[in-house]
């Protein structure tokens, strides 16, 4: 079966610009999570959508990140305007039993 | 909410010995455990994982470990290989993953 497909797999940006990333989880898997991980550290969750509907956005900086998920299938995660602390890997992961998740290959974003 | 605390942060050991990564979980709700591994610039993978109604889960060379009680759980890794070589992370989850800081481990040839 395929697995969770991302693009782009690297962005550089400067600070004060926007990006965006895309996210095809594992087909029929129901859950997606957007996942940010800083160099050296473990995965943080940003927000986990079961089908097309938000189940946790706690941990999403709501002023400069959304994400959504239209169709309940594909995903996009925005950030506008990119600050330097947001350098990290993003992660999409999708889940069929709300537990056992699989990861994308990540975007690496480098805010310049 | 759930805070998961992971040692040791980096572990070196002779290939075919064993290899313990011990993790303790603050949540009594979590439910679930997985163990996944991350090899540099590639994308977490899982290796193990146990459900808060077992207590021990073994595959190949792998077995993972769960005390409720004690809220602690801990993989276990024997005949270590080169291969093994890589960042491993604990996971609990109560609907979502809270994941710890990772360990660095280096089996050395």
């Known amino acids: 079966e395929a697995g969770v497909a991302q693009s782009p797999r690297y962005k550089i940006i400067e600070k004060r610009q926007s990006v965006a990333f895309w996210c095809n989880p594992i087909s029929g898997h129901a859950t997606l999570y957007w996942y940010q991980q800083i160099l050296g550290q473990g995965p943080k969750l940003l927000i986990q959508f079961q089908n097309n509907g938000v189940v946790d956005d706690s941990q999403l900086p709501k002023d400069r990140f959304s994400a959504e998920r239209l169709k309940g299938v594909d995903s996009t995660l925005k950030i506008q305007p990119a600050k330097l602390e947001d350098s990290a890997v993003y992660l999409c992961?999708?889940?069929?039993?709300?537990?056992?998740?699989?990861f994308g290959p990540g975007t690496r974003l480098t805010v310049l | 909410g759930e805070n998961v605390e992971q040692h040791p942060s980096t572990l070196s050991v002779q290939e075919g010995d064993s290899a313990v990564i011990k993790c303790t979980y603050s949540d009594s709700a979590s439910n679930y455990f997985p163990w996944y591994k991350q090899e540099l610039g590639k994308r977490p993978q899982l290796i193990i994982d146990i459900r808060s109604n077992v207590g021990e889960k073994k595959d190949q060379r792998i077995a993972v470990t769960l005390n409720k009680t004690a809220k602690h759980f801990s993989l276990h890794i024997t005949e270590t290989q080169p291969e093994d070589s890589a960042v491993y992370f604990c996971a609990a989850s109560h609907g979502q993953l809270t994941f710890g800081s990772g360990t660095q481990l280096t089996v050395l040839p």
């Open positions: 992961a999708s889940s069929l039993d709300a537990d056992t998740q699989y």
